[in-house]
């Protein structure tokens, strides 16, 4: 078999392993609708260069589901798999951002800010590689029109592959969006030492109340250290068993065809 299709079925059988699992409860919706199918750039973003992808070689089926195989679906798992692995260092900066929101000696805009930067690079980073799955799903090779079985699976299994990634990067996106604001909303009784001094003087502090719900689909912050750290840190779990349980199905689908290209 081709080296790319043997680097293909090595890692979805080693994904099916690692992530076989009960199906986890649906991801919650959110309003971002994911871009167009085929569409080129989302929020006028340049995509990254691709770097590091398997060595496609020869093939030796020239079917048209063995040439989507090693052109469109081989660079679509591989982005995908690039994306898990930057959410990763998402969920560790999660938490420690938490921190800074309940943090009364860090909670001034600079630190969040400085955090929410990292957190914002990783969402654009994820609709990146996002953008391989997109466009291998706008190829003719993909066409929703055609009726060759293997094309079919191939692209169902990529459009859940698609929903799914397209979903997290939409949600850390959305988060990092609201948490702007809220650092926007916080900052405007400090604009100035006089104005803040002023009023003091006329208004007592107000006593935090407790958030009890979230918006749609974010993480709940409460004020308490550890309970915010626990509920950034389960969204964050929540998604990547999403995206996994969806990337476990999807290499069901994607094995035996590659099998067949051998």
Same mark, same amino acid.
């Given at each position: 078999m081709i080296v790319a299709v043997q680097l293909l079925a090595a890692s979805i059988a080693l994904l099916m +392993? $690692?992530?076989? *699992?009960?199906?986890p409860a649906p991801a919650p919706a959110t309003n971002p609708t994911p871009f167009p199918i085929g569409s080129l750039e989302p929020f006028g973003s340049t995509p990254a260069p691709l770097t590091n992808l398997p060595n496609i070689g020869r093939v030796r089926s020239t079917?048209?589901?063995?040439?989507? *195989?090693? &052109? $469109? %679906?081989?660079?679509?798992?591989t982005a995908a798999r690039k994306a898990d692995v930057r959410f990763a260092q998402t969920q560790i900066r999660l938490p420690q951002y938490a !921190? $800074? +929101?309940d943090d009364e000696l860090k909670r001034e805009p600079i630190y969040r800010e400085t955090a929410l930067a990292r957190i914002d690079d990783d969402a654009m980073a994820l609709l990146d590689q996002t953008l391989v799955l997109n466009r291998a799903l706008g190829d003719p090779r993909l066409s929703p029109k055609s009726t !060759?079985? !293997?094309i079919v699976a191939e692209r169902a299994a990529l459009e859940r592959l698609y929903e799914a990634q397209k979903s997290r990067a939409d949600l850390l996106n959305e988060f +990092? %969006? =609201?948490?702007? @604001?809220? %650092?926007a909303t916080a900052g405007i009784d400090t604009t100035t030492k006089d104005y803040a001094k002023t009023q003091a003087q006329q208004t007592p502090a107000p006593i935090p109340i407790p958030n009890l719900t979230a918006p749609p689909g *974010?993480? $709940?912050?409460?004020?308490? &250290? *550890?309970? &915010?750290?626990?509920?950034? =840190?389960?969204?964050?779990?929540n998604m990547t068993a999403h995206v996994r349980y969806n990337?476990?199905? @999807?290499a069901k689908t994607f094995l035996p065809i590659a099998q067949r290209c051998r």
């Open positions: +392993v $690692l992530v076989a *699992m009960p199906a079917t048209a589901a063995c040439a989507a *195989m090693r &052109d $469109l %679906i081989i660079p679509s798992f !921190d $800074l +929101v !060759d079985p !293997d +990092v %969006i =609201r948490q702007r @604001a809220a %650092i *974010m993480p $709940l912050f409460t004020g308490s &250290d *550890m309970g &915010d750290k626990n509920n950034v =840190r389960t969204w964050g779990n990337e476990n199905i @999807a």
